[in-house]
């Protein structure tokens, strides 16, 4: 008979507890390699919780080893002498070390360090979305091939459990689509540019001193951090590799206070958000785009640096997972999850009782582009449109606007032009029924080249019914 979870945990339940207790370890020892805002998070959190999480595991868990770049940095916590060390080399190849947590992000040296941690037999924890969304692939094949586990709840979504949501507990669902804010960054600024009216520059400083920001911001304000979690849920939800560049991806930069008071005024809300759909037939589609979102949706009360991912199951329906999407301790508490599940299922127990690898998986092997899901071309989708053009306030602007969007088939829903400027522009703003993107597209380049239009159009796309 297949052992009940209670008996798999440590066997500290005490029904298994004379089969485990010749193969339990007495304690699990974690090296860190990394302490900036995550590190030093999931640090505290296995100090000041570690009664708690020795009674949940069943043995201690301790941090035997921290490296980082400056060992004389103050990080405000307290670390045992002789943990910190400035060679990661020092965490990997320690014998004694079961679990690597990878918290430094970026691509190299990350991929090396962790290949290396699971060469050496060692299980791997990381938020590296980046990493992930990269050269995932490659990484648990590896693990695969070692017999090791990683995990990876912290790469999306911070403290939300939207990973362990996927493989396990929807695992009986065809996911039908994934709607989310899933950048915690870009929802502050915008949340702070809506409801403080403050700049964009100015709230970005804030959110990196706040920790929630990529050592590179434009990962954030550029869709690309949003890009990169897509790619990582996309591949648990359709089962299948996605290629990053196929993912359209636009982030928050264009957007100006402007355009979120008009947004107020039309009764939406402006988010970045990461929208995966699995169509009838197996066509699938990603993108990451700001959009407007109608102010009733409980998306667009998501505010700050919270996150909120919707996931639709062909069995479950709606699901909505909601909490902070960046930060310290959030992010902390999602990496030592990792490390205490990957402790009791993989590490605590005899080996042919180990938890099989999780009902989904990043696909094995080295996916080629072949083998990367096709996803349906941008030119393709349909969408309500919000168009924002900046235009001479003279006669016939208005005729020669409508009339080229008549012409490629786009129908307008709602239209204000704001101000009169005898001489100089003004917005004018006009939003669509739902219309193909290639047709927006189009129509976008001959009202670029009207000579009455003074800048460049903002184009954002609309959630929502039709107006
Ligand atoms: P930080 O920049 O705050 O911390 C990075 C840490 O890595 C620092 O302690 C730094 O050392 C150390 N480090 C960098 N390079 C090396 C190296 N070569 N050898 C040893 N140590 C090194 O990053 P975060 O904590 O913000 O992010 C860590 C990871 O978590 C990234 O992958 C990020 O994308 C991800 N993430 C971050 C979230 C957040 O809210 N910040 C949320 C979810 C995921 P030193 O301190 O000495 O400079
Ligand atoms: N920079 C990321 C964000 C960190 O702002 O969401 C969490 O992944």
Do not use: W
């Not at 965490?91 to 970026?106: A, F, Q």
């Amino acid at each position: 008979m297949a052992p009940k979870e209670s008996e798999i945990a440590g066997g500290y339940k005490g029904v298994s507890r004379a089969t485990t207790e010749k193969h339990m370890k007495q304690k699990i020892n974690v090296g860190i390699i990394g302490l900036g805002t995550v590190g030093s998070g999931a640090f505290r959190i296995l100090r000041d919780n570690a009664e708690l999480i020795r009674h949940r595991v069943g043995v201690p868990v301790e941090v035997t080893k921290i490296a980082v770049r400056d060992a004389t940095r103050d990080r405000g916590v307290a670390i045992p002498a002789g943990v910190l060390t400035t060679n990661p080399s020092q965490v990997i190849d320690d014998p004694n070390i079961d679990i690597v947590i990878e918290l430094i992000g970026g691509y190299e040296p990350a991929r090396e360090l962790i290949l290396a941690a699971i060469a050496r037999g060692k299980h791997v924890v990381t938020a590296n979305k980046a990493l992930l969304a990269a050269d995932g692939a490659e990484i648990h094949e590896a693990a695969r091939r070692a017999g090791v586990s990683i995990g990876y709840e912290a790469s999306v979504g911070g403290g939300i459990p939207v990973i362990k949501a996927l493989k396990e507990a929807l695992a009986a669902n065809r996911i039908l689509s994934i709607y989310g804010i899933i950048n915690g960054t870009s929802n502050y600024i915008l949340t702070k540019m809506t409801e403080e009216e403050r700049s964009f520059a100015d709230v970005l400083a804030e959110a990196q001193r706040a920790g929630y920001a990529e050592a590179d911001p434009t990962f954030d304000v550029g869709g690309i951090d949003t890009a990169h979690k897509l790619a990582i849920l996309v591949n648990l939800a359709f089962g299948a590799h996605v290629n990053l560049k196929d993912i359209y991806t636009e982030g928050i930069t264009l957007i100006s206070p402007l355009d979120i008071d008009f947004g107020k005024v039309l009764g939406y809300k402006l988010k970045l958000l990461a929208i995966a759909k699995m169509h009838e037939g197996g066509q699938a589609e990603a993108r990451v785009h700001p959009t407007m979102v109608p102010d009733d949706y409980p998306i667009a009360k998501v505010a700050g640096v919270y996150n909120a991912i919707q996931i639709v199951g062909n069995a479950c329906d709606d699901i909505m997972l909601y909490g902070r999407g960046a930060g310290s301790m959030p992010t902390g508490s999602a990496v030592v999850a990792d490390v205490m599940d990957i402790a009791r299922r993989q590490i605590l127990i005899e080996p042919s009782r180990r938890a099989q690898p999780p009902l989904l998986e990043l696909p094995a092997g080295n996916a080629t582009s072949d083998a990367a899901l096709a996803l349906q071309p941008m030119e393709s989708i349909v969408s309500l449109y919000y168009f924002r053009f900046m235009a001479l306030d003279q006669p016939g602007v208005l005729a020669q606007i409508s009339g080229i969007l008549g012409r490629h088939r786009i129908s307008i829903a709602q239209m204000i032009q704001r101000g009169r400027k005898q001489g100089g522009s003004v917005p004018l703003v006009i939003m669509t029924h739902k219309a193909l993107e290639r047709d927006i597209q189009k129509a976008l380049v001959e009202i670029k080249s009207l000579s009455c239009i003074t800048e460049d159009p903002i184009l954002i796309r609309v959630e929502g019914e039709e107006p």
